[in-house]
C-alpha cells in the first residue's frame, strides 16, 4: 500500500521546488528565478502562489495520471492488433501500416504499431545487421546501365509452382521493370529484354552475373576463331552485340546489390500484396504486375543526376525479332529437307544443298534463311526408321564343330576334358 505523504516528482518539478523556496526565502528575486528556471516573471509569481497554498504538491503539473489528450483510443489499439493477426501475420510494421490505410482505412504510424507488436509479443520480420561494404556510386543517367537478374522463388507460395521473376532496375534512377516466366534461360531472358525495349528503348549497358544464359561457358568453336573472338558467345551474348548494348559481369551478389537488395524486398511485398488479392496463376501474376510495379517505381525510384536519357530507340520489331532469338546453322539435304528439333521440314522450290539459318523466335514461330533471304518452308513426316531386326545378344553361345579325328587340338590336356565332358567322337 503506497503511503499518502509520498510524492512523485520528476527532476524538472524538484528543481522548481528548490528555486521557489529560495523566492520565499528572499534569496532571489522573481526575476533571477524566471531566468533561471526559463520562464516570465509571471509565471514565476503563479507558481509561487500555488506553492504557498498548497505546498511542494502544487508544483506537479496537473495532468500527472491522467489520459493523455492525443493518446489512441483502446478499442482502436485492439481492432488493428486483431486485423494485423488475421490478415497480416508475418507482414513487417510498415508494410501492414500501409495495408492497414489502404485496404481498412485505419492510419497508424509504423513505429507505434511495432510498439503495440512488442507490448503483445507478436513476431514480425526484422532485419539483421550486415557487415557495412563501400557502396558504387550511381550511374549518372538513365539509360546508362541496367541490372539484370532472375530469381527462382515461390512467389505465389503453395498456390502455384515455382516461377522466376526477371527483373530489370535502372542503375540511376531504380526504375524497375519484371515479369514472371517458368525458368530462367535463354528464350525468357530474350523475351523481357524484348518487352523491356519497347517500354523504354535499349540501354547503353548491362549489367549480369556468370549464368550459363549470359556467359557462355563452353570452348571457343571454329566459327568464333574465324571471327576473332576471344570466348564463345551464348545466344543472349550474341543478341546483345548484335544490338550494340555492352554486357559487363559481376563477379559476386554484392556488386550488383541494387538488384539484390530488390529481391530482397519484393520477395516480402509483392508476395503478400499477391496474398491479399489472392493470385493463383502466372498469368494472373504479370497482370498485376503492370499494375503494381508504376506505383512501385512512383514511390521509390528517385530522378538521375542528370536529367539525359541514354536509352535508344529499338530497330523495326521484326529487325528484333531476328536478332532477339536462337540461331541455329543447318545444312540442306539433296531431297530438300533439314532436320530441326527432331522434326523434319521441307523447302518449298528446288535449292542446291547449302548451309540454311535456322531462327526460332520468341513468339514461338521458327523462320528459315539463306544469305539474309528468309526461305518458305513446310513440315513433314520424316524418313521412316529402318526395320528394326532381331537383336542377338552378346551372350549367345557359339555352336561347336570338333576338328578332325586326327586334328593335334585333340593331344591338348584342355581338349581332351572338354572331349570327355562333351562326350566327343
Not at 503506497?2 to 521557489?20: A, F, H, L
Not at 561457358?217 to 546483345?240: H, I, V, W, Y
Not at 521484326?318 to 545444312?331: A, E, G, M, P
Request: hydrophobic fraction near 30%; proline fraction near 7%; charge should be positive.
Amino acid at each position: 500500500m503506497v503511503r499518502k505523504d509520498i510524492i512523485t516528482m520528476s527532476r524538472r518539478e524538484i528543481r522548481r521546488v528548490g528555486i521557489i523556496q529560495r523566492v520565499e526565502e528572499k534569496r532571489i528575486t522573481q526575476c533571477e528565478a524566471g531566468k533561471i528556471l526559463g520562464v516570465s516573471g509571471r509565471q514565476v509569481i503563479r507558481l509561487t502562489q500555488k506553492y504557498r497554498e498548497q505546498g511542494e504538491e502544487g508544483l506537479i503539473h496537473g495532468l500527472r495520471g491522467q489520459p493523455s489528450n492525443r493518446g489512441i483510443d483502446p478499442q482502436r489499439k485492439k481492432t488493428i492488433v486483431a486485423l494485423y493477426r488475421e490478415q497480416y501475420t508475418g507482414f513487417g510494421p510498415t508494410l501492414a501500416s500501409e495495408k492497414l490505410e489502404e485496404r481498412n482505412h485505419l492510419t497508424i504510424h509504423p513505429e507505434t504499431l511495432r510498439r503495440w507488436l512488442r507490448e503483445e509479443k507478436i513476431e514480425y520480420p526484422q532485419r539483421r545487421g550486415k557487415q557495412h561494404r563501400r557502396w558504387r556510386e550511381r550511374k549518372a543517367c538513365y539509360g546508362e546501365m541496367v541490372q539484370i537478374d532472375g530469381s527462382t522463388h515461390a512467389w505465389l507460395e503453395d498456390r502455384s509452382p515455382k516461377m522466376v521473376l526477371m527483373a530489370y532496375i535502372d542503375d540511376a534512377t531504380g526504375q524497375v521493370y519484371g515479369r514472371f516466366y517458368a525458368y530462367e534461360g535463354t528464350l525468357p531472358a530474350m523475351d523481357s529484354f524484348w518487352r523491356y525495349s519497347q517500354r523504354s528503348g535499349l540501354p547503353q549497358s548491362i549489367y549480369l552475373d556468370r549464368h550459363e544464359t549470359y556467359k557462355s561457358p563452353s570452348k571457343l568453336t571454329l566459327e568464333d576463331e574465324l571471327a576473332g573472338r576471344e570466348q564463345s558467345e551464348s545466344q543472349f551474348q550474341r543478341a546483345m552485340r548484335e544490338l550494340d548494348v555492352q554486357v559487363k559481369y559481376a563477379y559476386s551478389p554484392q556488386a550488383k546489390g541494387r538488384i539484390e537488395r530488390l529481391f530482397k524486398t519484393l520477395q516480402d511485398r509483392l508476395i503478400k500484396e499477391m496474398r491479399l488479392e489472392g493470385i493463383a496463376s502466372m498469368e494472373e501474376a504479370n497482370l498485376f504486375l503492370e499494375n503494381y510495379l508504376p506505383h512501385y517505381n512512383q514511390r521509390f525510384s528517385h530522378p538521375p543526376s542528370n536529367p539525359t536519357n541514354l536509352h535508344r530507340q529499338p530497330p523495326r520489331l521484326r529487325d528484333l525479332f531476328s536478332i532477339l532469338c536462337i540461331q541455329q546453322f543447318r545444312t540442306l539435304r539433296l531431297d530438300g529437307t533439314f532436320r530441326y528439333q527432331n522434326h523434319w521440314y521441307q523447302i518449298q522450290g528446288s535449292l542446291r544443298p547449302k548451309t540454311l539459318q535456322i531462327q526460332e523466335w520468341i513468339d514461338g514461330t521458327l523462320h528459315v534463311f539463306q544469305d539474309s533471304k528468309e526461305l518458305p518452308y513446310r513440315k513433314i513426316q520424316g524418313p521412316l526408321p529402318p526395320k528394326s531386326s532381331p537383336v542377338t545378344p552378346p551372350w549367345r553361345v557359339r555352336v561347336f564343330t570338333p576338328p578332325a579325328p586326327h586334328h593335334p587340338w585333340r593331344n591338348r590336356p584342355r581338349a581332351k576334358a572338354k572331349i570327355k565332358a562333351m562326350a566327343l567322337p
